[in-house]
């Protein structure tokens, strides 16, 4: 049984292992780097103040997976951001990849609904399997699964095909 | 899908460098623990609710108990509020005093109305063999002839709990030193009935009595009386007094020669009460159900020639004054007499060998004739000679 992230150094292990993991799903989940930042911070800030006791290294997963969704969702359904969202635009930064195909398929990833664009994130590109999916989305595997399949066939017809390895 | 695509826009959505960095800040710094002001406000809130709640709930549920019970008893009346609370007299030696809150020694009213409830054979023995006394002591007492009521039983009750003395001669020699009266015997067929010593006599007045009773239970059925039937007793010159409520007592001399005439004599005086003789058996009933609701114990009976419900109670309390007032408002028609506080009020006394005093006051019913074994005293007074 692991002991509570109380020491630096074991929060900073922590950090290196997920911080891609939860930044990634925070940044598909709100589409803004300042949101991501923040949403960053504030999940491993409430990981390393909540002192919560994980069973196993699956468990922590799970807990920041659901931890990201549920803080992100709280950013982007605040009345204060959807008050403030034409200012923000103007100086928030656009998610920008360094190669113009990756910024294509995350602008169509942006495009499909929250419901699709989740699991689609999830699955190809932090490579969860459908079971941690559902775990972090509060919902059935086959649920996922169903998503998934949907999720694809808009990215397909969106992309028109490419970067599918069919 | 392409892996390697999306493996390589994995590796640049990390944070950058000062996000990191304010996030490290952020852990190093010393953490005060958050207090969670608003659990401790919404359990503070939750604790101020129940305890709020506590009483409300306990005196709604009073409230509606006590209403419920009151329209009960009156279905069309709309209860708003609780009544006054009844008075009552404290049962003292051979009267009592009322009682409003504060004793007033000076404001004795020791009437015929406020006297002590007798008890009958069965409620005597039934309290004895409870206190503890054996069917001898009980045959004994009975056959002594004194009239025990019940503020002198509690009366002695108490005594006997200090004095331990849970005798026959003790409660022989309680009942001597108290003068009680003297039990004939009898069972006349008459309202009230306790015996009088050197009374008139009472036949013609007892005849006439039975006689209205026999055409009142022919015309209106068993236990049945007209509504302007207020009771009947005999009063001290031995003639039958028949009570006519008030509101409904006629103008003319019909009815009154109607009763005579049901009688069959023309000795019949009459008085006048507030309420039937039917109303004062419903009254009856309604406080005898009320005192078994809140668990006292009672004796309840009806004094024809005051025209009201006496209620004996060993104790009182506000919900039962707050239903006795309900049932009446007026104070008048029940008397509530409370007969611990007697006992517990009343210095002991010694027992004396003098001979029970005897009221000469005749009392409502009465008996027509004295037992052929009772002897006179030096006053004259027939009475059963206590066996003690």
């Known amino acids: 049984m692991n002991e509570p992230r109380r020491a630096s150094g074991e929060m900073d292990q922590l950090i290196d292992r997920y911080q891609n993991m939860v930044y990634g799903l925070a940044l598909a989940r709100t589409n803004s780097s300042a949101d991501a930042d923040d949403v960053f911070q504030e999940v491993f800030l409430a990981c390393f103040r909540s002192g919560k006791i994980f069973r196993d290294e699956e468990h922590r997963k799970a807990w920041l997976l659901r931890t990201t969704v549920n803080i992100s969702r709280r950013y982007t359904a605040s009345t204060w951001r959807r008050k403030t969202v034409p200012l923000s635009e103007q100086a928030d930064i656009p998610v920008l990849f360094r190669e113009p195909e990756e910024n294509l398929v995350w602008e169509a990833v942006q495009k499909l609904e929250e419901n699709y664009r989740l699991p689609i994130y999830l699955f190809y590109f932090q490579e969860l399997s459908t079971e941690e999916i559902a775990k972090a989305l509060g919902i059935r595997p086959g649920a996922v699964r169903m998503r998934l399949s949907r999720g694809r066939d808009m990215l397909r017809e969106m992309l028109k095909g490419d970067f599918f390895d069919e | ?388």
């Open chain 2, 1 to 388: 899908m392409n892996k390697e695509l999306f493996a390589s826009m994995r590796e640049q959505m990390k944070p950058g460098e000062e996000v990191r960095a304010a996030l490290t800040e952020k852990l190093s710094a010393p953490q005060k623990r958050r207090v969670p002001v608003g659990r401790y406000a919404a359990i503070a809130a939750c604790a101020a609710v129940v305890i709020a709640a506590v009483p409300v709930y306990r005196a709604v549920q009073d409230h509606l108990k006590w209403q419920a019970l009151l329209d009960g008893f009156h279905p069309d009346a709309v209860v708003e509020e609780f009544p006054e609370l009844h008075s009552y007299v404290l049962a003292d030696e051979l009267g009592c005093w009322p009682e409003d809150g504060t004793i007033t020694e000076n404001s004795t009213d020791t009437g015929a109305g406020d006297r002590d409830q007798d008890m009958t054979d069965g409620e005597l023995a039934d309290n004895m063999l409870e206190a503890g006394f054996t069917q001898e002591d009980v045959d004994g007492y009975l056959a002594s002839g004194w009239q025990m009521t019940w503020a002198k039983w509690w009366k002695f009750y108490h005594l006997a709990e200090e004095s331990g003395e849970w005798t026959l001669e003790a409660l022989l020699a309680f009942s001597q030193a108290e003068g009680l009266a003297v039990n004939t015997g009898e069972a006349p067929e008459m309202p009230g009935g306790a015996f009088a010593g050197d009374a008139p006599d009472q036949g013609e007045a007892v005849a006439a009595y039975q006689n209205l009773l026999a055409r009142f239970e022919a015309d209106y059925g068993p236990g049945r009386y007209p509504e302007w039937y207020g009771g009947a007793y005999i009063d001290e010159h031995g003639g039958l007094v028949v009570n006519i409520v008030e509101h409904l007592e006629p103008e003319g001399k019909e009815l009154f020669l109607q009763i005579q005439d049901w009688a069959g004599t023309d000795r019949v005086a009459f008085g006048s009460s507030t309420l039937s003789l039917d109303q004062l058996r419903e009254l009856q009933d309604r406080v005898l159900a009320v005192m078994d609701e809140l668990g006292l114990s009672a004796g309840c009976g009806i004094n024809e020639e005051m025209g009201r419900v006496e209620l004996t109670l060993e104790e009182v309390n506000n919900a039962a004054l707050w239903m006795l007032a309900e049932l009446d408002p007026a104070g008048t028609a029940i008397l509530v007499i409370v007969a611990r506080s007697a006992a517990l009020d009343a210095p002991a006394e010694e027992p004396t060998a003098a001979a029970p005093s005897v009221s000469h006051t005749i009392q409502p019913g009465g008996t027509q004739k004295v037992p052929d074994d009772a002897i006179a005293d030096e006053n004259g007074v027939i009475a059963w000679e206590p066996q003690s």
